[in-house]
């Protein structure tokens, strides 16, 4: 009997098919969502990966065999999706395996008003009721209930969703600017004609044909190959700026006029600075914003700076959708190029990110890299990946080494965190893989790649 333990993530769902899942499958997890969360209607979208539209119908059939009348979005992007779970109030599904390759899709769930459901909130039960169905065989049988089944119906969200991004940052008086776009045959080839139309940009697309074979490179902007088209022609065309977007269009990654790539943790900075302006506008002082403990010392000195309140969390929308709902917090971001909004339901939405990067541009006659250099302090690693036998033992090791200095602080608030007074770095586990993720800053260039390099060779040992 196959274990759901390897396709159902902390997160989502999140696998190979058919090999790990299919129809059957899909469908018994859409009749088990309806029954976890009593949801008597739903809404769900899927990316443009070739199994999707099968899944997804299958899903909703299971839903509305147990009563719960569906919404289907089609083709949507996930940030869309979470726009339609907050607009119309219902829990949604969305079907995507986000930057993963063709042959994997998944599920991202959440309740009504895009809150999320992961393992704690609502997953691992949905993972144990699909495991009770499956027989020994591997086939699925969903037990039948005594309810009226629900309608399936058809609706269009594209233009709500781009006229509520475009209420949210206003571009209409920016200068003319030249936008390089690489969708990555992805979901941002569907989202981002329709929420630029008619702004003052020149938009040059790259990928635009929605293909989930991904024929030109995978739809993950944190791998740097799969900016390297992105860089080349921002510079060929003497673009202002470069936008890539990841397969579902829920991550946004910037790339200056030069052709070198903005971190996340300047774009979180320069984002925030953006929300309290518009927060104190609107009579609101001292608000929260959020970031994981792996973005810049940056991001919570910019965010002092302009009157807010920094908060640190752990690695995970959950946590970060979690904290912003119990502080108010208006805006959140990670170091992946996930951006966390307030006002779009809490939820994450690299369109518009991208929509305020381009309205601070557009709003004063400097170059980018001008632009974002105040939000860029510190020399950072970025995040290296680690094979280890022992995950423990090898960070104990790492903790020994550092935990006894004078001077430094050490939390495990995620992982291990060992701070100095001009440098810090993280190092912490990955749930699913024997890695350990290091992440290493440091005031210069220098001191990082020293403190980078001393605590590589300690972790692969």
Known sequence: MRDLKQLVKAYDVRGVVPD?????????????FVQVTGASAIVVGHDMRPSSPSLTRAFA?????????????????????????????????????????????????CRAGAAPVGENTGLADIRELVQSWINE????TVPVVDAAPGKLTQQDTLRGYADHLLGLVDLTAIRPLKVVVDAGNGMGGHTVPTVLAGLPLDIVPMYFELDGTFPNHEANPLDPKNLVDLQAKVKEVGADIGLAFDG????????????????????????????????????????TIIHNLITSWTVPEVVREHGGKPVRTRVGHSFIKQEMAETDAIFGGEHSAHYYF???????????????????????DGTLSALTAEYDRYAASGEINSTVADQAERSAAVRAAYGSLEGVSID????????????????RASNTEPLLRLNVEAKDPAKMADLRDAVLALVRA
């Open 412 to 427: 495990e608030l995620d992982g291990l965190t060992i701070a100095g007074d001009d440098w810090w770095f993280n190092l």
């Open 61 to 109: 059939e299971g839903a509305a065999a147990r009563g719960a009348d569906v919404t289907e979005i089609g083709l949507c992007s996930t940030d869309q999706l979470y726009y339609a779970s907050g607009k119309l109030d219902l829990p949604g599904a969305m079907f995507t395996a986000s930057h993963n390759p063709a042959e994997y899709n998944g599920i991202k769930l």
């Open 342 to 364: 307030r006002d779009f339901w809490r939820a994450d939405t690299g369109m518009l990110a991208a929509l305020h990067v381009l309205a601070a541009l557009g709003g004063q």
């Open 137 to 140: 065989d591997d086939t699925v």
């Open 248 to 287: 579902d269009a829920d991550r946004c990654f910037v790339i200056d006029e030069r052709g070198e790539p903005v971190s996340p943790s300047a774009i979180t900075a320069l984002v925030a600075v953006r929300e309290l302006a518009r927060a104190r506008a609107n009579g609101e002082e001292g608000a």
């Open 20 to 32: 790990q899942w299919d129809e059957n499958l899909s469908r018994a997890f859409g009749a088990a």
